[in-house]
């Protein structure tokens, strides 16, 4: 059978609402107009730019640890297809190699959390010894990784029996400084609050989970351009850390409260200006493939544009085109608008990866 010359998408075009056609040629690229002989794939449908999770870790495991085979799992799964475009945040692996396999959504790296020893998940991070060390770290974290570095900016400290910052505000400034001038930008895992004023003020681009985020700290973000991916479903797994951490009662006191809060955090962080992203933290003690649970989540916190959140806004903040000519065709599919019942995300009838079709309803 001779393939077609190209394909041909009748329908609202999200977020705009206009009606139109998506054409696609024959090099799996967004084109202006279409060819004779391309294949209608579908009519009377929503089209919108596909998803992304902004937070993910290819290879993590929920002890920490893996190896790239774990990495590209989720690709082997029922639901793989649903899987979206990422930004990881940081993997224990070397996952270059799995940017080059066409059957996997497209990956922007932060290589390595960078942390204290004994501050972070054991396999996950670089420890460094000395704070002072880590502008250094971080030069070496955005040469190896696309554009982003990752730091942990809190996690419990056994001393103390409660969650602290790891690094001194001055040592951000210097570290934040020197990703900026390697042209890659700075986001941070913080659960609490400590650490907060250090990071927003050394000028970092976006905070992690961000639960602990205070009025005066949440107007500072609107103000800086600071974005927030807040994470919820993970967020929602607070409660069973802190029954698991009966040797430090502050510490499980103190994420029951940041559980309580959470969805109050989002919804300060909206309507103050905050860009809020979707993010799923999977790879971790979060399956893959959970990107519309988490818009669900960001919808019911008051976030504004949740679908946004995942799909248009998050693209154009990670520098990934959406529905324009020249653009690889990277789209999803529902017959229902989402925008109006977000239940349709869980029912796509066509995924579109850089012009391959990775998933039809039967």
């Known amino acids: 059978m001779t393939a077609p010359a190209g394909y041909r998408l009748r329908g609202v075009l999200l977020p705009g609402g206009e009606s139109g056609e998506i054409h696609i040629d024959g090099d799996g690229r967004i084109a202006a107009e279409g060819t004779a002989g391309s294949e209608t794939l579908v009519d009377g449908v929503r089209i919108l730019p596909r998803h992304g999770d902004a937070h993910r870790h290819g290879g993590a495991g929920p002890h920490g640890g893996g190896r790239p085979d774990e990495a590209a799992a989720p690709a082997g799964t029922p639901r793989a297809p649903r899987i979206p475009p990422v930004r ?64 942990v900016g809190d996690w419990i400290d056994r001393a103390e029996g409660d969650l602290a910052p790891l690094w001194p505000d001055d040592v951000l400034s210097e570290a934040i400084q020197v990703a900026h001038d390697a042209g890659a930008r700075v986001t941070a895992h913080v659960f609490g609050t400590d650490a907060l004023p ?8 976006c905070i992690e989970h961000g639960t602990g985020l205070t009025d005066d700290l949440v107007d500072e973000m609107a103000r800086r351009g600071t974005a927030l991916v807040p994470t919820l479903i ?64 960001l919808a019911g916190a008051g976030h504004p544009d949740p ?54 309803a039967a």
């Open 88 to 151: 990881g945040r940081g993997s224990p692996v070397d996952t270059p190699p799995l940017q080059a396999r066409d059957a996997l959504p497209e990956i922007t790296r932060a290589a390595r959390h960078l942390a204290r020893p004994k501050r972070y998940i054991s396999g996950i991070s670089v420890d460094l010894d000395d704070p002072a060390l880590l502008p250094e770290a971080v030069a070496e974290q955005a040469a190896a990784g696309d554009g982003w570095v990752k730091l």
């Open 307 to 360: 679908l946004g959140a995942a799909s248009w806004a998050a693209r154009e903040w990670l520098g990934r085109p959406g529905l324009t000519p020249g653009a690889p065709a990277d789209l999803v599919v529902y017959r229902d608008d989402p925008r109006a019942d977000l239940s349709a995300l869980r029912e796509p009838i066509l995924i579109v990866l850089r012009g391959r079709v990775v998933h039809a």
């Open 234 to 297: 993970n967020v929602d797994t607070f409660p069973e850390i802190a029954d698991r951490a009966g040797r430090y009662p502050t510490y499980a006191a103190h994420m029951r409260d940041l559980h309580r809060t959470a969805g109050d955090v989002v919804r300060r962080a909206a309507e103050a200006g905050v860009k809020i992203y979707a993010g799923t933290d999977a790879g971790g003690g979060i399956r893959h493939g959970r990107i519309a649970d988490e818009i669900v989540a």
């Open 198 to 205: 250090g990071l927003i003020g050394a000028g970092i681009d």
